[in-house]
């Protein structure tokens, strides 16, 4: 995610943020494809997130799924602890002690009817320990760059103000998410119902086959934090992510998601800059078996514009270099910096499209032969 911007000024009533948001205190929706943030109601006010929690209980998983540290058909067990304190405790998927259960049925159940239960076994099994898998938790939103973000629970239950976020931070999350597992988001995020141990339960996503293209991503109340939503939807290849935080009521909730996804949609044009995929720039490594690598695309980049206008843009090709080898295929090392007209620029992810493993010896003298005359 880039910086924050305030919402483009509106250029007829179609640009209009819609009437639905008047009553939600926090509000956001980002153009992934650009990274633009076409509305902005207190991006970045702390607020408590309840159940959404869970998606960086999910963004851990994936990320130990993508590294071969966890695997989908292991088997965890229920702890006496995690027993006492969590058997049936709020929303739940019914764990016992006598049934073992997989890595991937507990997350359909957290991400699906967000089971307390699951998020508990998951961090016992998979990090040794719940404080352990805060650790993991909050250094994976250090490295994302989450600065007003801090996990003290795995799922969201009430902690004394320990877990908070921000709209912003939501965001940054659910693009990492997308662009770092899309895969496994596909697989598990989004069902309308989840069954486990004969139990079947249904999905609370308030735009969950009500609005066209939506896909999850996750829900959250508590009476402290209010109903919030982390939500996203995909049309013609254009994905939004939006952020409802502190409503009033579920209806409050339902009504301004569903509002400002249509609306963002219909109020502003996209152009498509970079197809999945394709090359956007190079970058320059160091210590390895070839001296620079191409920079893609990891998915559709875009620029939006208020519907009916057509501002120039400016890309601009960001990272920390030269890049150290070695250096994957896939790896997100950059970003594409995109300015439509003379708003606020805003960054997305670029990837290494080829793999560039360490030097050996006789690379190192080539390239330092090299260097002596470029």
């Known amino acids: 995610m880039g910086a924050a911007s305030s919402v483009p000024s509106p250029l007829s009533d179609a640009n209009l943020p819609p009437a639905e948001l008047a009553p939600v205190p926090v509000a ?11 509305y902005a109601k207190e991006p970045d006010r702390r607020f408590v997130p309840a159940s959404i929690t869970k998606v960086m209980t999910l963004y851990v998983a994936f990320e130990l799924l993508a590294r ?4 989908p058909e292991q088997v965890f067990r229920m702890s006496e602890g995690a027993y006492r304190d969590w058997h049936a405790v709020g ?18 159940g957290i991400a699906n009817v967000s089971a307390n239960d699951g998020c508990i076994v998951l961090a016992e099994g998979a990090a040794g320990s719940v404080p352990n898998w805060l650790a993991l938790m909050n250094a994976e939103a250090r490295r994302l760059g989450m600065k007003d973000s801090h996990f003290g629970t795995p799922n969201g239950w009430m902690d004394e103000g320990q877990t908070y976020v921000s709209a912003h931070d939501l965001a940054t999350l659910a693009q990492a ?3 770092r ?7 598990y995020i989004g069902h309308p119902t989840m069954t486990w141990n004969g139990i079947t339960q249904r999905n609370h996503d308030p735009i969950l086959g009500k609005l066209e293209g939506a896909d999850g991503i996750k829900t959250g109340f508590t009476n402290q934090a209010g109903y919030g939503f982390l939500g996203s939807a995909i049309r013609d290849g254009r994905r939004l992510v939006m952020v409802i935080g502190g409503a009033y009521t579920p209806k409050d909730r339902a009504k301004a998601a569903e509002a400002l996804m249509n609306w963002g949609f219909a109020a502003f044009d996209s152009r498509t800059l970079f197809s999945a995929g394709e090359q956007v720039g190079t970058a320059a490594v160091q210590q390895g078996e070839a001296r620079s690598l191409p920079l893609v695309a990891p998915g559709p980049i875009s620029a939006a514009s208020p519907r009916g206008t057509r501002a120039p843009v400016r890309l601009r090709v960001v990272y920390a270099g030269p890049l150290e080898a070695p250096v994957r295929k896939g790896d997100i090392v950059a970003e594409l910096e995109i300015t439509v007209g003379n708003r606020t620029g805003h960054r997305v992810p670029l990837a290494a499209g080829t793999d560039v493993p360490r030097a050996g010896l006789l690379a190192r003298l080539r390239n330092g032969l090299l260097g002596l005359f470029t």
């Open 28 to 38: 956001l929706l980002v153009d992934l494809g650009s990274g633009q943030v076409l």
């Open 68 to 71: 071969g540290q966890l695997r």
């Open 91 to 108: 929303s739940t998927m019914f764990l016992d002690r006598a049934h073992d259960v997989t890595v991937h049925d507990l997350l359909m």
């Open 177 to 179: 998410m997308l662009v």
């Open 181 to 187: 597992h899309p895969d496994l988001y596909r697989t």
